[in-house]
Nanobody, 120 residues
Framework: QVHLVESAGGLVQPGGSLRLSCAASGRDFTFNTMGWYRQAPGQQRDLVAS???????NYADPVRGRFTISRDIAKNILYLQMNSLKPEDTAAYYC??????????????WGQGTQVTVSS
């Protein structure tokens, strides 16, 4: 069984910073590509950033240059450093992980989501 547990989000002023983390657990599972998605009310869930097991990263255009995704392979923790936050970054942020079991069967898993609100 795989579990993804995100850190608490919060209320941040425009221009501020916030770091999210996601602890992944699952006995005998290997975590491959991991990423962050976000969903604003009435909107679809969109990719924010992703990172491969080898460290390759991908960012959505709206966050490129402001957000940094990273991971601790040994501890199975995913991070998202968010700088220069804007009101339009307000959304529920979801951790995502592609995980393989010992038989190399792979599927995606989601965290429960954490709210980030950027407002003065």
């Amino acid at each position: 069984q795989v579990h993804l547990v995100e850190s608490a989000g919060g209320l941040v002023q425009p221009g501020g910073s916030l770091r999210l983390s996601c602890a992944a657990s699952g006995r005998d599972f290997t975590f491959n590509t991991m990423g962050w998605y976000r969903q604003a009310p009435g909107q679809q869930r969109d990719l924010v950033a992703s990172i491969g097991r080898g460290g390759s990263t991908n960012y959505a255009d709206p966050v490129r240059g402001r957000f940094t995704i990273s991971r601790d392979i040994a501890k199975n923790i995913l991070y998202l450093q968010m700088n220069s936050l804007k009101p339009e970054d307000t959304a529920a942020y979801y951790c995502y992980a592609e995980a393989s079991d010992p038989f190399r069967r792979s599927r995606g898993y989601w965290g429960q989501g954490t709210q980030v609100t950027v407002s003065s």
